[in-house]
């Protein structure tokens, strides 16, 4: 799932926290679902499908259904209790974060963090602590698999690697001048968020191809298409008369 999506669905999520946290199911092995009563007394899923190669992160109304089917799954019944206070990114990176309060009672549970890495083939879903150290993880990660992070329970979470890219909510045209002469999928080599579903859909709303070499006016026409993509209030994929995939809730097309 690409960055300005998972933004797409924090910025909504935001608009209903703090959030009751009604339980947890786990429609499949691979997928998590918290419901949740907003602030606005909308009664909604957090849906975290967390397995390769496909993660995702949704809304969905309604009451999923499922009992743990893993380990880590009553793991996670067992720990992710109390309001979901704060829901943030990592820049437009593919990893968010999802902090609960924990609850008191008989047994008081401690606030909690669930970690969804939304990064294709090494998607992963973890659970830390306050302090930010790893109680449970989907796939444990070794340090023969990967010499940059460990992802295993008891050391502290390390994020993937740092990276600096242009964020299209803020940039200027000038900042796509390194994109002049070059094909517009280059794009995703330059700006946060976007990956080859956005870009595809960018060059859409530019009237332009993937390959299509960027001259001056294109420039201006891809900067125009990215602000549409990055300001708008929401950005979601949709149906469109069952041929293939159009967004929706943007500001409006480059024109």
Known sequence: MEGLLIHAVLRELEKELPAQNLGLAFPEEGTAAILLKGRTGRLFNLVLHYRPPTPSLALEPGRLQGEPK?????????????????????????????????????????????????????????????????????????????????????????????????????????????????????????????????????ARRAGLTPETPLDEAGLGRVYRALKTLGGGPSLRPARAGGRGRRWAGAAGEAR
């Open 70 to 202: 893993t380990p880590f799954q009553r793991q996670l019944q067992a720990r992710v209790k109390g309001p979901l206070v704060e829901a943030r990114q990592l820049k437009l990176d593919r990893v968010a974060f999802f902090r609960f309060a924990g609850e008191k009672g008989f047994v008081d549970v401690p606030p909690s963090v669930l970690v969804l890495e939304a990064t294709g083939r090494n998607a992963n879903l973890l659970l830390l602590d306050e302090e930010g150290r790893i109680l449970g993880v989907d796939r444990v990660i070794t340090k023969e698999v990967n010499r940059y992070r460990e992802l295993r329970p008891g050391l502290p979470y390390t994020p993937p690697p740092p990276y600096r890219k242009l964020d299209p909510r803020t940039l200027a045209e000038e900042d796509l001048r390194p994109l002049l002469g070059k094909p517009l999928k280059e794009v995703i080599r330059h700006v946060d968020g976007v990956g080859q579903e956005l870009m595809r859909e960018l």
